[in-house]
């Protein structure tokens, strides 16, 4: 009673027995007349359409056996919890501790978005809270969330960022209201996909699938194309044991090129220290036990290429050289160059090469028709556990893998068949229907009949700050930073004679399902990315078309290249790679370092052997530390590593104009540095020379005159 009568209050002007409501609302008129809002005469805040006292959650808060302070701050809409603790606590609860305990105890809306837990809560001179003085608190991602494993979970995070406002990176298993997500920002987020994807969703599909990779998947089947079956387990494995489609394509470059190096995959791992060797070979012979790749041949039988796994148990190809250490790159490159005899070996060979200096170097020399780059973090993971439980004389303990590589193929060629596959390709087949046979870039020397495989390669290094910058278009922009180097090099391309048509030859994971994550093998497709650079667009302007190029490509992976080649059917040339002759490959996040106890293992490094696939490849890397860098791998039979040079800085030159001014238009970018320009404006002008009044028919006539 006394509370309602202190919010109701009598009306003083209204008739006798009326009151008025006391909202806690304060307000004041102004000179003219009009009543300005200044805040509330207590603490109730409003989140969500709901009204909230915030000492509510305080008192709760304060319940949990841990907590001793705690207090709250409502801004930008979001609740941050600050806490202390009770002495002596420890473990102390983590944010995503307190947070599930209050979930259990209040409504959604009245759990705060962000937790903070600090040593003691600062005090203003009265021995007040000081609020002003708490510090900031971001939303942080969840541990051991996964990356995204494909740009069109790549855009869904960004724009769920976005939306929420953060800075730190989500990864794709984090929650939307985890992080601030509400009714209103959800609304935002739909908004914000149809704008970018063309895709429409509602609420109730944001609350249904709350983290960026379901998002993802929720719209990937909005999209209302056929969905493949799930992959599972093969209880009963037919006689031959059919390839996956891009170890058939690999099969058959094998055959129609001679047993070569193009598609050997060296990688090396430099050690301090020396390890076991006795212990390194059973492991190893522990990694070809876990994946079934590792101890395959390929047969065939009246030209159809069959898998042979052999039994276990298998040895592998493992050799253990001494070498001086001023010869150790030399043996590296020579152990790198062997060719693969599919029909006979397996197709990983390991050599480990000591130093009369006391360190080693550990190649891992692999065919691509067994790996690929998303095999190398489950493949040096599994060799590390394998190598521990080696040097402690036991087998490793590991969980068997949910499926192989044959659940995969025996898979990818049942589901890839009638009306799922038959749209993926009428899908190619427009997208790429006019395409030029070759890209118009020209080359230092003429093209032979047969397209070589003797290549050069040079290094690329656009440092960190690019990088950073990098990101931040994609952000602004809603894509990609693939697409941002993608646009960048179609422009630079284009401003180098290649045309307004550019197709660029880009791998993707192909591992749509979470359980082939841990598996080592070839799942790799390769998609044609066609980027129309015509009408002297606004960077901006290209990206946008690179954007929805490229999603609609991506949402179209399942189609195995070669079937995307028979459907499209462009002329055929041993001068070149059909449909395109440039590939890019942009990987992201840190290069994978083993973990073998008793010695420092460096990266996993990829050797050049001078072996090539395309006319021009740029393989990139980016990562926080290091930035973007890599290599481009060029044909030595159509370019001088200096061109190469040059259209490397070309595309530097095109991020760091694009980047900086993004409505910079692809005639404003300056590509030519320096020197170049010099060159071109100055020394290739020639000397000036006067030559009189005369006309070109008057000197005609003078010379007909003088030697008749």
Request: glycine fraction near 8%; hydrophobic fraction near 40%; aromatic fraction near 6%.
């Amino acid at each position: 009673p006394a509370t309602t009568a202190s919010h109701f209050v009598p009306h003083p002007f209204g008739p006798p027995g009326s009151r008025l409501y006391r909202t806690g609302d304060q307000a004041h008129w102004d000179t003219v007349g009009n009543l300005h809002y200044t805040g509330r005469t207590d603490t109730q805040i409003k989140i969500r359409g709901f009204r909230i006292e915030p000492t509510e959650i305080e008192t709760v808060l304060t319940t949990h056996p841990l907590v001793n302070q705690a207090t709250l701050v409502h801004a930008d809409d979001r609740l941050t919890a600050y806490v202390t603790l009770t002495s002596g606590t420890r473990p102390a609860p983590s944010p995503g501790d307190l947070k599930a305990w209050l979930r259990e105890r209040l409504p959604d809306h009245m759990v705060p978005a962000r937790f903070a837990v600090l040593d003691r809560l600062p005090l203003t001179p009265n021995g007040k809270i000081d609020r002003r003085a708490l510090p900031a608190v971001e939303a942080l991602p969840a541990v051991g969330g996964r990356a995204p494993r494909s740009e069109l979970e790549e855009v869904v995070r960004t724009l769920v960022g976005e939306v929420l406002g953060l800075s730190v990176p989500l990864s794709m298993d984090d929650d939307f209201f985890d992080h601030g997500g509400h009714s209103l920002l959800a609304a935002r987020l739909t908004n914000r996909i149809g704008a970018t994807l063309g895709v429409t969703l509602t609420l109730r599909d944001v609350f249904r699938h709350p983290t960026p990779g379901a998002l993802a998947r929720r719209i990937e089947d909005a999209g209302l194309r056929p969905t493949l079956p799930p992959l599972t387990r093969v209880e009963e494995r037919p006689g031959r044991l059919p390839l996956s489609f891009a170890q058939q394509r690999l099969w058959l470059v094998e055959a129609l090129g001679g047993r070569g190096t193009s598609y050997n995959v060296p990688l090396a791992v430099r050690l301090e220290g020396r390890p076991d060797s006795d212990a390194l070979r059973e492991a190893f012979g522990d990694l070809v036990a876990r994946h079934e790749p590792l101890r395959t041949r390929f047969a065939s039988a009246e030209g159809h290429p069959y898998q042979v796994i052999d039994p276990l148990p298998v040895t592998p190809d493992f050799e253990v050289r001494d070498v001086p250490v001023e010869r150790l790159d030399a043996e590296l490159l020579a152990a790198a160059g062997h060719c693969f005899d599919l029909t006979a070996e397996h197709p990983l060979r390991v050599t480990l090469l000591r130093t009369d200096g006391g360190d080693c170097a550990l190649l891992v020399l692999l065919h691509h028709i067994a790996t690929d780059g998303q095999s190398l973090g489950p493949l040096f993971a599994d060799l590390s556990t394998a190598y521990a439980a080696r040097l402690e004389g036991r087998a490793p303990d590991r969980d068997p893998l949910p499926v192989t590589y044959t659940d995969y193929a025996l898979w990818q060629r049942a589901a890839l068949t009638g009306r799922p596959l038959h749209e993926q390709l009428a899908y190619w087949k427009t997208a790429l229907a006019g395409l030029p046979e070759e890209l118009a870039l020209l080359h230092d020397h003429p093209a032979p009949a047969t397209a070589g495989q003797r290549g050069g390669m040079v290094r690329v290094d656009f440092g960190s700050e690019l990088h950073q910058s990098i990101v931040e278009l994609a952000r602004a922009e809603r894509c990609t930073p693939f697409m941002v180097v993608q646009a960048a090099l179609a422009a630079t391309l284009t401003r180098s004679g290649a045309g307004t048509d550019i197709p660029i030859g880009s791998p993707v994971a192909g591992r749509s399902d979470e359980a082939l994550s841990a598996l080592v093998g070839f799942f790799v497709n390769t998609l044609v990315l066609r980027t129309d650079t015509s009408g002297d667009p606004e960077f901006r302007e290209l990206l946008a078309r690179v954007r929805g190029a490229d999603l609609d490509a991506f949402a179209h992976q399942d189609a195995p290249f070669d079937l995307v080649l028979e459907a499209v059917n462009p002329a055929r040339s041993l001068a070149r790679h059909p449909l395109f002759q440039v590939c890019l490959a942009l990987e992201s996040g840190p290069s994978v370092v083993p973990k073998l106890p008793g010695l420092h293992a460096g990266p996993v490094e990829p050797l050049a052997t001078g072996a090539v696939k395309f006319d021009l490849e740029f393989l990139l890397r980016a990562d926080e530390e290091r930035g973007l860098t890599g290599a481009v791998l060029y044909r030595r039979d159509l370019y001088e590593q200096a061109t190469v040079e040059r259209l490397v800085a070309r595309v530097r030159r095109a991020l760091e104009q694009a980047t900086a001014g993004p409505r910079t238009r692809l005639s404003e970018l300056e590509l030519l540095g320096e020197a170049e320009r010099r060159q071109v404006v100055e020394e290739w002008t020639g000397t000036r020379a006067e030559i009189g009044e005369a006309t070109l028919p008057d000197r005609f006539e003078e010379q007909a005159r003088l030697r008749p």
